[in-house]
């Protein structure tokens, strides 16, 4: 449940009043005018109707300059059932956060600031010096706090809501930190030789079909941990899927002058990203994360359809090159 806040022209209450009992909301209430003419229209707003409300809501108010709709998380509700009643209470919920919430949690993960710039820097430190002394301690470390995931799972996002704007933003961050990744483990392979005897550096040289299934599942628990409120679970994701570690892996490797060990990273951090991309996406279609609009989401099936079979044709490719450098069988 969450508290739908509305601030607008008090001229609307009659409208949000008929959208409250439209929808069954039966929690609601509404605060005393204030000087600028608007107030503030409150509704206890269950997790099945919310998504429905806020549209309603937004296709109301699309118009007004001086609207904010706010919504608040509720910790617990006393004086209410814990269990749903009828038909419609037995239905499973797709989804538990609504598409605006979605936004606001995922967009932050796409912001190219400078703490996401020095949280790669450190967390690539981090993971080469964990690579280089064979320190899975380190390497965990790097994987919690490196910020590479949320670019992808932004990707996913803006390319299932047709979003091209934000698109460009999550590729433009993504293809930063793993570029200022790449280039500063390069350095320091090259002022820092490394040899073949790590086996962490070498575990991640090469890729096989269990890292693929794992990469799709881990990218698959991202988007469900966000849609349904769980994202403390990122952190696991975040090491089961990790895309620091290979990318230091292909700049080390590279800086040291093996380029061949260097191309089986490049296929795991490939693997791992377009796993993430398609599974994210998959997993949005299946919640039912999509735009408010008619003329939105007609736009976004061809996003949709399009990114979806570039990336499952891409990571065919991948596969197909996975089994081509598998060894023979004896």
Known sequence: MRIVEIITDADHADALAG??????????????????????????????????????????????????????????VLGCSTEEEGEEGRKEKLVAATREELYSEIEKGARLDNTFLLLTLLSTIVATIGLIEDNIAAIIGAMVIAPLLGPNIALAFAASLGDGEFMLRALKTNLAGVLLAFVLALGIGLIWPIGIDSHEIMSRTSVGMDDVALA???????????????????????????????????????????????????????????????????????????????????????????????????????????????????
């Open 19 to 76: 959208i409250a009992a439209h929808f069954e909301v039966d929690d609601n209430w509404v605060e005393s005018k204030k000087k600028d003419g608007r107030r503030s229209f409150r509704m206890l707003v269950g997790d099945e109707k919310r998504q429905a409300v806020i549209d309603a809501l937004q296709h109301l108010l699309a118009a007004t300059d001086n609207t904010r709709i706010i919504i608040q998380p509720v910790d617990v």
């Open 216 to 330: 799709l599942a881990s990218g698959a628990a991202a988007v469900l941990s966000l849609t349904t409120g769980l994202s403390s679970t990122l952190v696991g994701v975040m090491v089961a899927v990790a895309l620091l570690p290979p990318t230091a892996t292909v700049g080390l490797l590279l800086g040291s002058g093996q380029p061949a060990l260097a191309g089986g990273a490049a296929l795991m951090l490939s693997v791992n990203v377009i796993c993430v991309l398609l599974s994210a996406m998959l997993v949005l279609l299946i919640r039912g994360i999509k735009p408010r609009t008619w003329y939105e989401r007609s736009q976004a099936k061809q996003s949709t359809t399009f990114y979806f079979l570039l990336w499952a044709g891409l990571l065919l490719m991948l596969i197909a090159i996975i089994l081509l450098r598998a060894p023979m069988p004896l």
